[in-house]
């Protein structure tokens, strides 16, 4: 008798205490509820929204469209729970997914699921307000499932998105999946019962806080034999999607976008609480990249890197000025660049004070990355003026010098340098400024460009014409719509494929062949001409942004006889560091040189960078590549 008193002395003892009727449930929310509350009963309690793999599946299509995700994004699950979305993301490709919460229990769970299925998430236990990551790790992070609100004051709520700011990288996304606080002061159930499992039930009690700013949940947990197995109160801050907007911008977040209002359902039809209706909010972080601490011994070279100056026009853009998507490309070369070993970087892009800023690191920068290629004052007629400059100042820089820049910008003369090389060159005539009468030497199709220019200047599907009055009527688009009143190049159009080549380094010491790409028409109308120029550079709604560019399918003697006259070119150019070649075969297969560009895109979705992907080498390794080629050259000449 007195073991079986002993025992139920012990059962009674371990049970949790319940209160019974409370008058107000605010009085009995422990402010760090949050600490003990995400266990084993939360997965039963909310099983009908946070264990359905359905729902999790139709989310992840959501959010993964929403923040544009590729296998390559760097994201973050932030308040992850058990790790389903992280998880998901991971099923789906996504190679770079961490998750972070404050449950043991829950992040053991996911660990275990992860191992299990053989994917790579990391999961860890920390804090949302200060996480173990390092600044500027993520291009995206979630905070889903109803995980924000928490805490006592919006003030640490704030703190959260300021942690956020903190480790993601610039132009990184932010999406937040948080109950709508308005719908729920008008639609909470002050009362309700279910089952979620056979043998549990749960009671839930609900009440608005004294400053109407919180809903407060009290949830009775109780076992049909054990009885009263939890009885825990809790409080969520109710946002509305100004309240977010708000808190958002105060965190210096930017274009703030309220994607959608989602009222959730399931399965079981039962209680779903904080996730009856929620808001989906995104939101962009513009700011500069933090610089990277480095030992003194790990620095070794100095190296100034100069842009086009963003606050002047451009007349090659579409809107005349540098965009998001100019912005978001030079902070994506800042990012790849600022690790680099035995590096140290500053920047410069302010060209009224250029000459100046530039002088006064004489003696005091190893060498400049020259990444003008707008031109000085982002005029392209003086894109050679930048190297010339610093020859001046005597300061090294990294690829080709003035009069490189200078004899590639003249395709005429190019054409004829490709002549006397024996390097094939489609046939062509120049019709200069002041002519008004022209013969055309070669059939039908012909293409009629600016001689002088990059970037696709007034090349476009126009351009590709299949009569004389065609012709006329090119030419006239270009003198008279872009105001040009330089020579015209006129050149039979080739009709085969439309190749690029890139060289990393200087031959014939040191360089890199990169593998030929080609573009890919196969999504364009048949009706327009297979040119890829103007539309296909600067314009997503233009059918021609389907252009795609995939790896050259070449017989050996046609890739051979491209390398091998690029290499001859470059020589004789004197093209340095890094080069891109534009060629295009003949209806018969036959390998022409379109052009050569000396200091070509740089940019991380251009079609060096592409190239580069193909030889396996990410956008930093082509950065890297591209620079030490010149630091090697820059030092064997002194």
């Not at 070279?301 to 026009?313: A, C, I, L, S």
């Not at 809107?319 to 070369?333: E, K, P, R, S």
């Not at 070993?341 to 500053?346: C, D, H, T, V």
């Not at 070669?442 to 200047?457: A, L």
Request: net charge negative.
């Amino acid at each position: 008798m007195k073991n079986k008193a002993r025992n139920y002395h012990n059962k009674c003892k371990n049970r949790p205490k319940t209160l019974g009727p409370v008058s107000h449930l605010e009085e009995h929310v422990n402010p760090d509820w949050w600490k003990k509350i995400f266990n084993s009963l939360y997965l039963k309690t909310d099983a009908d929204i946070v264990d359905d793999a359905s729902i999790t599946r139709q989310e992840i299509d959501t959010f993964h469209n929403i923040l544009k995700l590729t296998p390559e994004s760097h994201v973050l699950d932030l308040c992850c729970g058990q790790g389903r979305h992280a998880l998901e993301l991971a099923r789906r490709g996504v190679k770079n997914v961490e998750g972070l919460d404050r449950s043991h229990y829950l992040i053991q769970r996911a660990k275990a699921t992860a191992k299990k299925e053989g994917l790579g998430v990391k999961f860890r236990e920390g804090d949302a307000r200060k996480t173990p990551y390092a600044t500027d790790t993520f291009d995206a992070v979630m905070l889903l499932g109803n995980s924000f609100g928490y805490f006592e004051t919006s003030e640490e709520d704030l703190r959260v998105l300021k942690e956020v700011k903190r480790i993601l990288k610039p132009w990184g996304k932010v999406l937040l999946d948080v109950a709508d606080g308005s719908y729920l002061k008008e639609n909470y159930q002050p009362r309700s019962w279910e089952w979620i499992d056979k043998h549990n039930f749960v009671c839930r009690e609900r009440s608005i806080s004294t400053d109407g700013q919180k809903l407060i949940s009290r949830e009775v947990i109780v076992n049909e034999t054990s009885g009263v197995i939890a009885d825990q109160f809790y409080a969520e801050r109710l946002y509305t999607s100004e309240g977010l907007v708000e808190l958002l911008k105060k965190a210096e977040f930017t274009d703030v976008e309220i994607v959608d209002f989602v009222k959730s359902e399931t399965l079981r039809n039962q209680d779903l609480g904080m996730m009856e209706r929620r808001i989906f909010v995104t939101a962009s972080l513009k700011k500069e990249w933090t610089p990277k601490k480095k030992k003194a011994k790990d620095v070794e070279k100095n190296v100034v890197v100069v842009f086009g100056d963003p606050k002047k026009r451009d007349e090659l853009k579409p809107c005349g000025v540098f965009d998001d998507d100019d912005l978001y490309t030079i902070d994506q070369l800042k990012g790849s660049i600022q690790s680099a070993e035995g590096y140290s970087f500053k920047y410069l892009n302010n060209h009224d004070t250029l000459i100046s800023d530039l002088a006064k690191l004489k003696g005091k920068v190893d060498f400049v990355f020259n990444l003008c290629d707008e031109g000085y004052s982002n005029d392209p007629r003086r894109e050679l003026h930048v190297p010339a400059l610093l020859e001046m100042l005597g300061i090294p820089y990294t690829g080709s010098g003035p009069q490189c820049l200078a004899f590639c910008y003249d395709k005429a003369l190019v054409r004829g340098i490709a002549k006397d090389l024996g390097v094939p060159v489609p046939e062509g005539i120049v019709v200069k400024a002041e002519d008004s009468m022209f013969e055309l030497p070669m059939g039908f199709p012909v293409i009629v460009k600016p001689n002088f220019g990059d970037s696709s200047f007034g090349l476009n599907q126009h351009s590709v014409c299949n009569s004389y009055d065609e012709v006329v009527r090119a030419i006239y688009d270009i003198r008279e719509g872009l105001g040009y009143d330089k020579p015209i190049l006129i050149e039979e159009f080739l009709t085969g494929k439309d190749l690029s080549i890139g060289i990393i380094g200087n031959p014939p010491e040191s360089y890199n062949v990169l593998p030929i790409i080609q573009e890919d028409y196969s999504e364009l109308p048949e009706d327009l001409p297979r040119v890829c120029g103007y539309e296909a550079k600067w314009i997503p709604e233009s059918p021609y942004w389907k252009i795609k560019s995939v790896p050259a399918d070449l017989p050996r003697d046609a890739e051979e006889k491209i390398i091998e006259c690029s290499l001859k070119l470059i020589s004789r150019l004197e093209c340095r560091d890094y080069t891109r070649l534009d060629w295009r075969l003949d209806a018969a297969g036959n390998p022409k040189l379109l052009e050569v560009n000396p200091n070509p895109g740089w940019c991380w979705d251009g079609h060096l960078a592409k190239m580069a992907k193909l030889a396996g080498m990410s956008y930093e390794d082509m950065l890297l590549s591209i620079l030490k080629s010149a630091d090697e050259r820059i030092s064997s000449q002194k």
